[in-house]
């Protein structure tokens, strides 16, 4: 009896290492992740299959809250007005059947501001209402900070491209992350944008600095592979300085470009009439891959973005980010096959 004990504590010790160093080994791979668009329902099971196939390790998965303007409180999230995809049921969905897969989950919760106004404007006119804001956006992601543990999700980001926010509340930003590692045992990190990130003065208390990295790494239409790749290589060296003060990983919280021909000078200009290029796009992902995707210090990224209903997404007279069903869908595929 007391060698059965024995066998059994041991056999539970053993697996409960086993366990921990699988989850460390876990985190220590490549992110080869994709951003996964929320829909208007849930997600189908054989949606998973494109994600599969393209050899993503990761996907983000985004609920949303919707706020009336840049200056004023009154956050909305999980409101039976929105889109089943941004809410709890749709986001709970789509973790399940990412973990069924064997897909990890980075879990992002971001603000939609009223008329498309960009997030890091957002800024409050007294400390009334930043006070009731805060309060408003503590109970946002601290609901996501739940399902998260609940569901068991890899990886919480706690907000996207917030810059005044971060930058002149960054008391409450400290406190949220203690409040949220009461709740959430996973990793945590913020995505700030690729002019902001340098302002944030809380990396020291997250687990990877998250950089959406839609940096211009050339000018004009159509550049060719070696200027993008000395643009990107003249950034590689900041990006690695950054990650050595605060003793962390960078992670691309998001990274790609449209198919246009100019999409390496603004990447973030959903907005541009530029022509149509393919090439281009795939000319500015695979300067990104050959000269800092395979770096230390970067643990990967979730490439912008998308769509579950895979057949019907992108191709050739779509001309915004996503890379499905166009020529640079192949190489994303061959560069996440590698690791």
């Given at each position: 009896?007391?060698?059965?004990?024995?066998?059994?504590?041991?056999?539970?010790?053993?697996?409960?290492?086993?366990?921990?160093n699988?989850?460390a080994?876990?985190l220590?791979q490549q992110?080869?992740?994709l951003s996964?668009?929320?829909?208007?329902r849930?997600?189908?099971?054989?949606e998973?299959?494109?994600i599969t196939?393209?050899?993503?390790?990761?996907?983000?998965v985004?609920?949303f809250?919707f706020?009336p303007?840049?200056?004023?409180?009154?956050?909305?999230?999980?409101?039976?007005?929105?889109?089943?995809?941004?809410?709890?049921?749709?986001?709970t969905a789509?973790?399940?059947?990412?973990?069924?897969?064997?897909?990890?989950?980075?879990?992002?919760?971001?603000?939609?501001?009223?008329?498309?106004?960009?997030?890091?404007?957002?800024?409050?006119?007294?400390?009334?209402?930043?006070?009731?804001?805060?309060k408003?956006y503590e109970?946002?992601?601290?609901?996501?900070a739940?399902?998260?543990?609940?569901?068991?999700v890899?990886?919480?980001?706690?907000?996207?491209e917030m810059?005044?926010f971060?930058?002149?509340?960054?008391?409450?930003?400290?406190?949220?992350?203690?409040?949220?590692?009461?709740?959430?045992?996973?990793?945590l990190?913020?995505?700030?944008?690729?002019?902001?990130?340098e302002?944030?003065t809380f990396?020291?208390?997250?687990?990877f600095?998250?950089?959406?990295?839609y940096?211009?790494?050339?000018?004009?239409?159509?550049?060719g592979?070696?200027?993008?790749?000395?643009g990107w290589?003249?950034?590689?060296?900041?990006?690695?300085?950054?990650s050595?003060t605060?003793k962390?990983?960078?992670?691309f919280?998001?990274?790609g470009?449209?198919?246009?021909?100019?999409?390496?000078a603004?990447?973030?200009?959903?907005?541009?009439?530029?022509k149509?290029?393919?090439?281009?796009?795939?000319?500015a992902?695979?300067?990104?891959?050959?000269?800092?995707?395979?770096k230390?210090?970067l643990?990967?990224?979730?490439?912008w973005?998308?769509?579950p209903?895979?057949?019907?997404?992108?191709?050739?007279?779509?001309?915004?980010?996503t890379v499905?069903?166009?020529?640079?869908?192949?190489?994303?595929?061959?560069?996440?096959s590698?690791?």
């Amino acid at each position: 009896m007391k060698r059965l004990l024995f066998l059994l504590a041991f056999s539970s010790c053993a697996y409960s290492w086993g366990q921990m160093n699988t989850e460390a080994n876990m985190l220590e791979q490549q992110i080869n992740g994709l951003s996964l668009v929320s829909m208007n329902r849930l997600i189908e099971p054989d949606e998973a299959e494109p994600i599969t196939a393209m050899k993503a390790n990761w996907v983000s998965v985004i609920p949303f809250a919707f706020m009336p303007s840049k200056s004023s409180s009154g956050l909305v999230f999980d409101s039976k007005w929105q889109w089943a995809g941004e809410r709890v049921v749709g986001a709970t969905a789509s973790i399940r059947l990412m973990h069924e897969k064997g897909v990890k989950v980075m879990l992002k919760p971001q603000i939609w501001v009223g008329h498309g106004v960009f997030t890091g404007e957002i800024r409050m006119d007294n400390e009334k209402e930043w006070l009731k804001f805060e309060k408003e956006y503590e109970e946002f992601i601290m609901t996501f900070a739940k399902l998260a543990e609940q569901e068991k999700v890899e990886m919480l980001c706690l907000g996207t491209e917030m810059n005044h926010f971060t930058v002149d509340r960054a008391d409450f930003w400290k406190q949220l992350i203690k409040d949220v590692r009461e709740v959430y045992s996973g990793q945590l990190t913020y995505a700030e944008n690729w002019d902001a990130y340098e302002k944030v003065t809380f990396w020291d208390q997250l687990d990877f600095i998250g950089i959406d990295a839609y940096f211009p790494v050339a000018n004009g239409d159509d550049p060719g592979l070696d200027e993008l790749m000395t643009g990107w290589r003249d950034l590689e060296k900041k990006i690695a300085a950054f990650s050595d003060t605060w003793k962390k990983k960078i992670l691309f919280t998001e990274y790609g470009y449209r198919s246009i021909s100019d999409c390496a000078a603004t990447p973030w200009d959903y907005k541009s009439s530029s022509k149509n290029s393919e090439q281009a796009q795939w000319n500015a992902l695979e300067a990104l891959y050959q000269t800092i995707w395979d770096k230390a210090y970067l643990a990967g990224g979730f490439l912008w973005k998308w769509y579950p209903d895979h057949s019907s997404a992108g191709g050739s007279k779509n001309n915004m980010f996503t890379v499905q069903n166009k020529k640079a869908e192949e190489l994303v595929r061959t560069v996440y096959s590698r690791k």
